[in-house]
């Protein structure tokens, strides 16, 4: 059922449960059903999505084996919830269950700050997530009255996404480093198994997370963060790019890789990349006159452009080409 039941024989309530992904399993109390004729009977709440009995058309008794039921149920609308206000919500990600659960209450008490790592349910809706995510920061600060530092966790690759909604998710948390005291850590370079979508090495993530608040709320560390793209213009076929936190530009191996280009027809091709004083510099021999250029783009395209200090840098792009989840809304 998707996404409640409450399941019925003869007018006795035998289970029910709030998960659209499981299958019930429900037993039966003795003396329920009789000779003959018996009524199933299931009261489905649907509150999100499509809804209703994902197969109705069998049901399985352990001790009978499967029971063939009619493909045409009896059934009617008993209440349609579109217009009513949501009821309270027993799942934790839906509408305001975390913050009041879990952040209001800590509400009175002092704290430095914030460190988050968050943004794989986003990904069908990137584009909207510049907005979400940047107005949670903001309520949280005026939650607890301070401008208080927000550091956060770009998401890992994973081949499990599609790719332009990846891509544009990682987009919009870079663009959120557009808010005061907020810094980003990039994890390209740890993810590890990319078919794993929770990365094992947790260790540098925390690591990369505390050189933010020992820079800025400590003063212990120079260095917080790999390249973040600042700027790029075109000379003839090449695009030249600058950076933040760009001090010792290089490549983590003898080839650069993650790189793609193209012209004004959008068609992206492997780009080759050098360092030229301090600049990053990428062509391709077959794009003359070049558009865009991209790193990292996708659900799990592993760059290897880093600082002098080992820190990652951050996927970009150089275009502001419409994307693809610019509709997508909650």
């Not at 952040?103 to 914030?114: E, H, K, L, N, Q």
Request: net charge positive; charged share 25%.
């Amino acid at each position: 059922m998707d996404d409640a039941d409450e399941t019925y024989i003869n007018g006795k309530r035998i289970g029910g449960q709030y998960e659209w992904s499981i299958n019930r399993s429900y037993d039966v109390p003795k003396g329920v059903l009789k000779k003959g004729h018996n009524l199933l009977a299931i009261r489905v709440q649907d509150d999100q999505g499509e809804g209703g009995l994902v197969d109705g058309s069998k049901i399985s008794v352990s001790t009978a084996g499967t029971v063939n039921l009619p493909s045409n149920w009896r059934w009617k609308v008993a209440l349609d919830l579109k217009d009513n206000p949501r009821p309270p919500a027993p799942q934790a990600s839906r509408w305001s269950v975390l913050y009041n659960g879990m952040i209001a209450p800590i509400v009175p008490y002092g704290i430095r700050g914030f460190l988050w790592y968050q943004g794989e349910a986003n990904v069908g809706r990137a584009y909207q997530y510049r907005q979400s995510f940047a107005g949670m920061i903001r309520d949280w600060r005026r939650a607890f009255g301070a401008e208080l530092p927000f550091y956060f966790v770009q998401i890992a690759p994973f081949s499990g996404y599609p790719d332009e909604p990846a891509a544009e998710l990682r987009e919009a948390q870079l663009v959120t480093m557009g808010l005061p005291k907020t810094g980003m850590v990039v994890t390209t370079d740890i993810a590890g198994d990319v078919r794993d979508i929770h990365p094992i090495d947790k260790q540098n993530v925390g690591k990369r997370l505390a050189l933010w608040a020992l820079r800025n709320e400590y003063k212990q560390s120079d260095v917080p963060s790999g390249p973040i793209i600042k700027s790029s213009r075109i000379d003839g076929n090449r695009i030249i790019c600058e950076f933040a936190y760009g001090d010792g530009l290089r490549f983590s191996a003898s080839s650069p890789q993650g790189f793609v280009i193209s012209g004004e027809d959008g068609k992206f091709v492997a780009a080759n990349a050098k360092v030229e004083n301090g600049r990053l510099v990428a062509w391709n021999e077959r794009v003359l006159a070049p558009k865009a250029l991209r790193y990292g783009w996708g659900a799990a395209v592993i760059g290897n452009l880093e600082n002098a200090a080992g820190l990652p840098a951050s996927p970009f792009r150089t275009d502001s080409w419409p994307a693809a989840t610019k509709d997508a809304k909650w």
